[in-house]
T-cell receptor
Framework: DVKVTQSSRYLVKRTGEKVFLECVQD?????MFWYRQDPGLGLRLIYF???????EKGDIPEGYSVSREKKERFSLILESASTNQTSMYLC???????????????FGDGTRLSIL | AQKVTQAQTEISVVEKEDVTLDCVYE???????LFWYKQPPSGELVFLIR??????QNEISGRYSWNFQKSTSSFNFTITASQVVDSAVYFC??????????FGQGTELSVKP
């Protein structure tokens, strides 16, 4: 079975802290993604990665960075947390098959992050 | 620009009613894929269906059915005889090159007993 694991379900941090959100998948997927989900805005893509050490900016990368040192692990980093980064963060992974986005993404349970 | 619109923010029905969730998309691509995901209160998005742009055949899976109409750029999702366990937020999504997805804003479905 497909499994995407996010390190924490709930996390509370303070403004200015450096925050790490970890995501691990066990399906040997090439693609990995980080989204944030806010009421009324759906899911918005922060960063994604096609392969180890590769990363691409999504729609809202400001204030975030990512790291992918191993194929199965994709980390999201909040360099200096701010209250407007309080949100639900979702990690996903998918296979690459052809050049079109024709493979479903598989999601983790999400991390609800609060910045105080 | 690519876009997915789910005009219904919230829907509330009584158990056993049928309910249709609307999804309208915009794309300039001739080849694309559409998806539906379910997000129950636990938070995880669960993949429900994938449809490619060349296949306009409707699909039925148990109480779920999907109506893809290219002429109106719509990919609607119907739940027949709804149940309380169907209560969730449902997202429609459109594929972009490279495996990215563009999500709609989501429709929160509440099924009351």
């Amino acid at each position: 079975d497909v499994k995407v694991t996010q390190s924490s379900r709930y996390l509370v941090k303070r403004t200015g802290e450096k925050v790490f959100l970890e995501c691990v998948q066990d399906m040997d997927h090439e693609n990995m993604f980080w989204y944030r989900q806010d009421p009324g805005l759906g899911l918005r893509l922060i960063y994604f990665s096609y392969d180890v050490k590769m990363k691409e900016k999504g729609d809202i990368p400001e204030g975030y960075s990512v790291s992918r040192e191993k194929k199965e692990r994709f980390s999201l980093i909040l360099e200096s947390a701010s209250t407007n980064q309080t949100s639900m963060y979702l990690c996903a992974s998918s296979l690459v098959l052809g050049k079109r986005g024709n493979q479903p993404q598989h999601f983790g349970d999400g991390t609800r992050l609060s910045i105080l | 620009a690519q876009k997915v619109t789910q005009a219904q923010t919230e829907i509330s029905v009584v158990e056993k009613e049928d309910v249709t969730l609307d999804c309208v998309y915009e794309t300039r691509d001739t080849t694309y894929y559409l998806f539906w995901y379910k997000q129950p209160p636990s938070g995880e998005l669960v993949f429900l269906i994938r449809r490619n742009s060349f296949d306009e055949q409707n699909e039925i899976s148990g109480r779920y059915s999907w109506n893809f109409q290219k002429s109106t750029s719509s990919f609607n999702f119907t739940i027949t005889a709804s149940q309380v366990v169907d209560s969730a937020v449902y997202f429609c999504a459109l594929s972009e090159q490279g495996g990215k997805l563009i999500f709609g804003q989501g429709t929160e479905l509440s099924v009351k007993p």
